[in-house]
C-alpha cells in the first residue's frame, strides 16, 4: 500500500511538473505548431513505472491543457495524447523489456521516429480540418514544415530524457520516492558522457535532416 501511494505521489508530480513546463515552455516554431517539453517528463514516467504511466500522465495533461490554455478543443486534445503516446509509450515498451541503457537509447530513438512518422499521417488527416486548408494545401506542406518540426520536437525530447533521466530517477530514491531498482551495470560518469554523445548525435541528425527536407544541404 505504501509502494502505491508512492507510485501515485510520483506521477501526479510528474503530471503537475509536465503541464508547468506545457504552459511556461511553449515556443512557437512555424504556423500553429510550438515546441514544449512535456513529453519529456511523460518519457520519464513511462521509464520509471511503464508505458501506462506514460498514457495516463498524457491523458491527464492534455485534458487539463484543454480545459486551461488551449484553444484548439477536442481536436488539439486527441492531437497531444497521439503525439505524446506515440512518442513516450513507444520508448516506455521498448525499455520496459530491454531495462537498461541500450534499451532506453532504442526505445528514445524508436519514439522519435514513431512520432513523426504518425504525426505527418496525422497532420495529413486532421489539419485540413483544424486549419480549414483544402487537403492538398496541407499536402504540400507536409515535408518542408510538419516533418522538419517533428524531426525537431522528437529529437529534442529523446535528448533531454537522455540527459535528465538517471538524474531524476536518482533523486527520487533519494528521497524514497521510487520503489523501482535501477540498472547499475554503468557507473554515472560514464552514463552521464555516453548520454551526452549520444543526445549530440541525435541533435545533429536532425539538424541535417531538416536542412536536407529544406534542400539547404
Same mark, same amino acid.
Given at each position: 500500500?505504501?509502494?502505491?501511494?508512492?507510485?501515485?505521489?510520483?506521477?501526479?508530480?510528474?503530471?503537475?511538473?509536465?503541464?508547468?513546463?506545457?504552459?511556461?515552455?511553449?515556443?512557437?516554431?512555424?504556423?500553429?505548431?510550438?515546441?514544449?517539453?512535456?513529453?519529456?517528463?511523460?518519457?520519464?514516467?513511462?521509464?520509471?513505472?511503464?508505458?501506462?504511466?506514460?498514457?495516463?500522465?498524457?491523458?491527464?495533461?492534455?485534458?487539463?491543457?484543454?480545459?486551461?490554455?488551449?484553444?484548439?478543443?477536442?481536436?488539439?486534445?486527441?492531437?497531444?495524447?497521439?503525439?505524446?503516446?506515440?512518442?513516450?509509450?513507444?520508448?516506455?515498451?521498448?525499455?520496459?523489456?530491454?531495462?537498461?541503457?541500450?534499451?532506453?537509447?532504442?526505445?528514445?530513438?524508436?519514439?522519435?521516429?514513431?512520432?513523426?512518422?504518425?504525426?505527418?499521417?496525422?497532420?495529413?488527416?486532421?489539419?485540413?480540418?483544424?486549419?480549414?486548408?483544402?487537403?492538398?494545401?496541407?499536402?504540400?506542406?507536409?515535408?518542408?514544415?510538419?516533418?522538419?518540426?517533428?524531426?525537431?520536437?522528437?529529437?529534442?525530447?529523446?535528448?533531454?530524457? *537522455?540527459?535528465?533521466? !538517471?538524474? +531524476?530517477? @536518482?533523486?527520487?530514491?533519494?528521497?524514497? =520516492?521510487?520503489? $523501482?531498482?535501477?540498472?547499475? /551495470? *554503468?557507473?554515472?560518469? !560514464?552514463? +552521464?558522457? @555516453?548520454?551526452?554523445?549520444?543526445?549530440? =548525435?541525435?541533435? $545533429?541528425?536532425?539538424?541535417? /535532416?531538416?536542412?536536407?527536407?529544406?534542400?539547404?544541404?
Amino acid at each position: 500500500m505504501q509502494t502505491q501511494t508512492k507510485k501515485l505521489t510520483v506521477i501526479a508530480m510528474l503530471s503537475a511538473v509536465a503541464y508547468l513546463i506545457m504552459v511556461v515552455g511553449r515556443i512557437p516554431i512555424v504556423l500553429f505548431l510550438k515546441y514544449d517539453p512535456k513529453d519529456v517528463i511523460i518519457a520519464i514516467g513511462g521509464f520509471l513505472f511503464g508505458p501506462l504511466t506514460a498514457f495516463t500522465i498524457s491523458v491527464l495533461v492534455s485534458f487539463v491543457e484543454m480545459l486551461t490554455v488551449s484553444t484548439t478543443g477536442f481536436i488539439g486534445l486527441l492531437m497531444n495524447i497521439i503525439s505524446s503516446c506515440s512518442f513516450a509509450c513507444t520508448a516506455a515498451i521498448i525499455y520496459k523489456k530491454k531495462h537498461n541503457y541500450k534499451g532506453a537509447i532504442l526505445g528514445l530513438i524508436a519514439g522519435w521516429l514513431v512520432t513523426t512518422t504518425v504525426m505527418i499521417l496525422w497532420n495529413y488527416l486532421i489539419t485540413p480540418m483544424y486549419l480549414g486548408y483544402p487537403r492538398e494545401a496541407v499536402v504540400e506542406l507536409l515535408i518542408p514544415v510538419f516533418l522538419p518540426f517533428n524531426l525537431l520536437k522528437g529529437g529534442l525530447n529523446a535528448s533531454i530524457v *537522455m540527459l535528465i533521466y !538517471k538524474p +531524476l530517477s @536518482k533523486a527520487l530514491r533519494s528521497a524514497n =520516492l521510487m520503489p $523501482i531498482v535501477e540498472e547499475t /551495470s *554503468m557507473n554515472s560518469k !560514464k552514463v +552521464l558522457v @555516453k548520454s551526452i554523445l549520444v543526445s549530440s =548525435l541525435i541533435i $545533429i541528425s536532425c539538424i541535417l /535532416s531538416i536542412l536536407a527536407f529544406q534542400g539547404i544541404i
